[in-house]
Nanobody, 115 residues
Framework: QVQLVESGGGLVQPGGSLRLSCAAS????????MGWYRQAPGQQRGLVAV???????MYADFVKGRFTIARETAKNTLYLQMNSLKPEDTADYYC?????????WGQGTQVTVSS
C-alpha cells in the first residue's frame, strides 16, 4: 500500500508564492517518476511538472519559469515551488508517483489565486 499526502495549498494573491509538499509512505520502491498534476473545476486533470529517477525534469509550458519541482529522495517527499502565481493557476493540485508495480495518486490540495 502506498499513500501520498499533499500539503501547502491555500489562498494567495496574484504574484504570490506557495510551496506544495507531497509526503509518500508505505511500500515505496522502484520509483520511476514523481509529478504534480492539477485540475480546475470543469477541466480535465493535466500535467504540471514531473521529475524522473534519472534526475530529468519536465514542465508544462504554462508554468515554465515560474514553478520548480524538486524531490528529497531520502525522505520520499516531492515539492512544487510556485512563484508569480496567476488566477489561472487556481486548481486542485495532485501528487502522482509511478513505480514498477503501478501508479498512485494523492488526495489533492487546493490552490486559489485571487485578489
Amino acid at each position: 500500500q502506498v499513500q501520498l499526502v499533499e500539503s501547502g495549498g491555500g489562498l494567495v494573491q496574484p504574484g504570490g508564492s506557495l510551496r506544495l509538499s507531497c509526503a509518500a509512505s508505505g511500500s515505496i520502491s522502484s520509483v520511476n517518476s514523481m509529478g504534480w498534476y492539477r485540475q480546475a473545476p470543469g477541466q480535465q486533470r493535466g500535467l504540471v511538472a514531473v521529475t524522473t529517477s534519472g534526475g530529468m525534469t519536465m514542465y508544462a509550458d504554462f508554468v515554465k519559469g515560474r514553478f520548480t519541482i524538486a524531490r528529497e529522495t531520502a525522505k520520499n517527499t516531492l515539492y512544487l515551488q510556485m512563484n508569480s502565481l496567476k488566477p489561472e493557476d487556481t486548481a486542485d493540485y495532485y501528487c502522482h508517483v509511478v513505480m514498477g508495480r503501478g501508479d498512485y495518486w494523492g488526495q489533492g490540495t487546493q490552490v486559489t489565486v485571487s485578489s
